[in-house]
Nanobody, 115 residues
Framework: QVQLVESGGGLVQPGGSLRLSCATSLTFFGIYHFGWYRQAPGEKRELVAGITRFGVANYTDSVKDRFTIYRDARKKTVYLQMNNLEPDDTAVYYC?????????WGQGTQVTVSS
C-alpha cells in the first residue's frame, strides 16, 4: 500500500519559514510528478507548487519567490520550503503523487500563520 506522509507544519508568525516534507513509500519514485496543494477552511483545494519527474518546478503566482519545491530521490521525499509566510498561507497542505492512473494523496499537515 502506497503511503505519502506529510510533516513539518505548525504555527509560525508572519514572515517566518517552514519546510514541509512528504515521505513516500513509492517503489518507482522517479517516475512520479509531485504537487503540493492546500485547502483553507471554506475554500477549494488549490495547487501551490508542482515538480515534474524531470525536476521542472512551477508555482501559483501568490507563492512565487517565496516557496520552493524540490525532490530527493534517494530519500523518496518531496519538500516544500516556505519563506516569508503570510496569514493567507494558512491552510492544510497536502502532498500528491501522480503517474498515469496512479494518483496518491497524503493525509495533510496544518500550517497556521498568525501573530
Amino acid at each position: 500500500q502506497v503511503q505519502l506522509v506529510e510533516s513539518g507544519g505548525g504555527l509560525v508568525q508572519p514572515g517566518g519559514s517552514l519546510r514541509l516534507s512528504c515521505a513516500t513509500s513509492l517503489t518507482f519514485f522517479g517516475i512520479y510528478h509531485f504537487g503540493w496543494y492546500r485547502q483553507a477552511p471554506g475554500e477549494k483545494r488549490e495547487l501551490v507548487a508542482g515538480i515534474t519527474r524531470f525536476g521542472v518546478a512551477n508555482y501559483t503566482d501568490s507563492v512565487k519567490d517565496r516557496f520552493t519545491i524540490y525532490r530527493d530521490a534517494r530519500k523518496k521525499t518531496v519538500y516544500l520550503q516556505m519563506n516569508n509566510l503570510e496569514p493567507d498561507d494558512t491552510a492544510v497542505y497536502y502532498c500528491n503523487a501522480l503517474y498515469g492512473h496512479n494518483n496518491f494523496w497524503g493525509q495533510g499537515t496544518q500550517v497556521t500563520v498568525s501573530s
